[in-house]
C-alpha cells in the first residue's frame, strides 16, 4: 500500500473510469429488462470507457485471472454463435422448431440458432458490461485492487441507504428502473436482487473490518452496525430468498475472517474467542427479533404468509421441465425465455401478468443455451468448486480475496436457484470481480490490506 492517503495518491486511468463504471451502474445498472432505459445508460457507458481505457492506454493483466477471462470469453461466444444465420436443412433438424416453420415447409429462408433472435441480441449485448469490468479490474495495480472490498462497501452502503429511504415511505421512482413505487428495493428493480446485494454487504464488512495489517481498531463497532443494518434492511425488502442468502453471508464473513480474529484475541483467554463470536451473533438476532416483533420484517411475513403451490415458479416448473426436454441438446435462445414460454404455456397459467423467466437461471441457462450452455455451466462450476477448495485452505492474508470472491459466487449461485439476479449489469460487474479475486489464489499478488 502506498504511504500516501489515497485522496493524494496517483490514481491509474483504470481506477478512474473503474469509478465511473460503478457509479453508472449504481444509478442505472439494477434492472434487467431489455426495455429500460438503463439499459442503454449502462451499455453506452460501458462502451464509453472502454474507448476510454484504451486511449489512456490501461492494458488489462490476465496473468493469474486467465480461467475467469477464457470462462467469460466462451460465454460471449456462445451468446454469439446463436446468432449466426443456418441453412435450412440445419435449422429445421434443430428440435422444438417444427412449430415455426411457415406456410411452406420447404421454404429456403435461413435463420440463426436462436428461436427469438432480438431477445439474443440483447442478450449479447448485456455482456459488455462484465467485460469492461474484467477490463478495468485487470488493469488496477496491486495496489488499487486492494481497495475494491473498500469501494464495493461504499457502494452498497449507499444503496442500503436509499432502501431505507424508501422503507420510511419516501417514493423513489429511478428512471432508469421498472421497480415497483413503494416497494423496498433500493437501487434495483427486484427486491430478490436488492436482498442478495445487501447479503454481499454482510459479507464484506467483517472482511473490510478484520482482515489486513489494520486489524480492528474503529472498524470493528462500525461494522457490526454495518452488518446489523444490511440485516434489518433485508428484512424489509420482502425477499424470502434474501433471508437464505443473508444469513449464509453471515456465517461466510465471520468464516473469511476467522483466523484474523484468532490473531487479535491470541494472547486473550480462550472463553474470549466464543464469546465474541456469539456476542456479534446476538448482537444482530436482538434488532432481528424486535423488528419481527415490530411487524417490520416483510420478509418473515411473506415466507409464512404465501402458499407455495400458489407460486407460479412452483406451478410453472412442469412446462418449464417440459421445454427443456423439447429444445435440449440445442436450445431455444438466450433471452427469449418470455416469448417461447408462451407458445407452451398451458390454459390453467394463463394470467393478466406474464411469467417473465424460470427464477431459477441454472435451469434457465440450460433451456436457453442447451447442451453446449450445460458444459460451459459444469466446467465453471468445476472450476469454482477447485478454486474454492485451494482458496479455504489458505490462511495467510493473501487467502483472504480469494475466500471472499469464492462467498461472493457461492451468495449468486444460491440466489440464481431462486431468482436470475446475475442478468443485472450491476450483478454481472460484482461476478467477474468476485472471480477475478478467486483466480487470484494461485497468484497471491494483492494483499489483504484493505484502505
Known sequence: ??????????????????????????V??????ADVSGQVVTRGTAWFLLMLAILFGARPVTAGIG??????????????LQLVPLPPDIWTALPGREALLGARPDEATWRPWSIVPWATINAASSLIVPVVAFYLVS????????????????????????????FSGFAINNPFLNDSVGGVSGTFANRNHFALF???G???????????KQGAGWRAPVALVLMTLFALTILATGSRAGILTGLLALALGLAVCWHDVRRALRGAPRWVFPALIAAIIGFIALFVLVSMAADRAESVRRAFEIDPGQDMRTRGLPTVLSMIAAYFPAGAGFGGFDTVFRLH?????????????VHNDLMEVVLDGGLPALLLLLIAIGWYGIASIRAWRGNGRHSVLPKLGSAILLLVFVASAFDYPA???MMMAMIVIAASWLCQNRTASVRADFT
Not at 442505472?28 to 429488462?33: D, F, I, K, P, V
Open 202 to 212: 454482510c459479507l464484506i464488512t467483517p472482511v473490510w473490518a478484520l482482515a489486513g
Open 345 to 357: 404455456e398451458p390454459f390453467q397459467l394463463l394470467k393478466p401478468t406474464y411469467f417473465n423467466h
Open 198 to 200: 445487501l447479503a454481499m
Open 28 to 33: 442505472a445498472g439494477g434492472a434487467s429488462h
Open 423 to 425: 442478468r443485472t449489469p
Open 1 to 26: 500500500m502506498p504511504s500516501r492517503p489515497v485522496l493524494a495518491y496517483r490514481w491509474s486511468p483504470a481506477l478512474a473510469l473503474f469509478l465511473l463504471l460503478v457509479g453508472t451502474l449504481w
Open 67 to 80: 480461467t475467469a477471462f477464457w470462462l467469460l470469453l466462451a460465454t460471449v461466444l456462445l451468446v454469439l
Open 139 to 166: 488493469a488496477l495495480r496491486d495496489e488499487e485492487k486492494a481497495w475494491l472490498p473498500t469501494i464495493l462497501l461504499g457502494v452498497i452502503f449507499l444503496s442500503m441507504l436509499v432502501g431505507l429511504l424508501q
